[in-house]
Antibody, heavy 119, light 111 residues
Framework: EVQLVESGGILVQPGGSLRLSCAASGFTFSSYGMNWVRQAPGKGLEWVSY????????FYADSVRGRFTISRDNAKNSLYLQMNSLSAEETAVYYCARTLTTVTTLDYWGQGSLVTVSS | QSALTQPASVSGSPGQSITISCTGT?????????VSWFQQHPGKAPKLMIYDVSNRPSGVSHRFSGSKSGNTASLTISGLQAEDEAHYYC???????????FGGGTKLTVL
């Protein structure tokens, strides 16, 4: 069974930093591209970042480029998102999601990790 | 403001069919056959229902179908059931610096 489990979401002050993790199991992690998608409370989905199976190709949404860094450790079956210079508007549930074929085809999602940015 | 436009809400009675639209531009929906649809129940993670405009993942009911005409993609749910009540989101590949854009979401109410 495919499982994605996010962790690391906490309360952080504006301007602060945080690293999210996503532990994968039930599939060959090193064969799939992975994504981070976020959802502000009561709002819609926003794609954040993509990393290819080997980590050689990375993309970011305009809203986070230069502040967020996606990475992965295939030996540990883990995906990461380093977030810097956080603002209150980035309070959201952050989901990791697996890419099935193209970057828009997110076939498995974790349960999400809540990041709250507030003073 | 979301990059893709969806109606805020749609409704239908059990057994009926409904269609949710997702309108973009030539740079996203109209330019590529990379549109997916997701179902999200309250407090749950999204679930992939349709990918690449009209493909259904294994395990998704045949009552769900997708199509595209020009810059508008559509999700049709036939034989509405109470369990279909949820939010639905579309996304698309986009030829801009942001790789993927989502619609604002549509709340489906089964009357």
């Amino acid at each position: 069974e495919v499982q994605l489990v996010e962790s690391g979401g906490i309360l952080v002050q504006p301007g602060g930093s945080l690293r999210l993790s996503c532990a994968a199991s039930g599939f060959t992690f090193s064969s799939y591209g992975m994504n981070w998608v976020r959802q502000a409370p009561g709002k819609g989905l926003e794609w954040v970042s993509y990393i290819s199976s080997t980590g050689s190709t990375i993309f970011y949404a305009d809203s986070v480029r230069g502040r967020f860094t996606i990475s992965r450790d295939n030996a540990k079956n883990s995906l990461y998102l380093q977030m810097n210079s956080l603002s209150a508007e980035e309070t959201a549930v952050y989901y990791c999601a697996r890419t099935l074929t193209t970057v828009t085809t997110l076939d498995y999602w974790g349960q999400g990790s809540l990041v709250t940015v507030s003073s | 403001q979301s990059a893709l436009t969806q109606p805020a809400s749609v409704s239908g009675s059990p057994g009926q069919s409904i269609t949710i639209s997702c309108t973009g531009t030539d740079s996203d929906v109209g330019g590529y056959n990379y549109v997916s649809w997701f179902q999200q129940h309250p407090g749950k993670a999204p679930k992939l229902m349709i990918y690449d405009v009209s493909n259904r993942p294994s395990g998704v009911s045949h009552r769900f179908s997708g199509s595209k005409s020009g810059n508008t993609a559509s999700l049709t749910i036939s034989g509405l059931q109470a369990e279909d009540e949820a939010h639905y989101y579309c996304n698309s590949f986009t030829a801009t610096s942001t790789l993927v854009v989502f619609g604002g979401g549509t709340k489906l109410t089964v009357l």
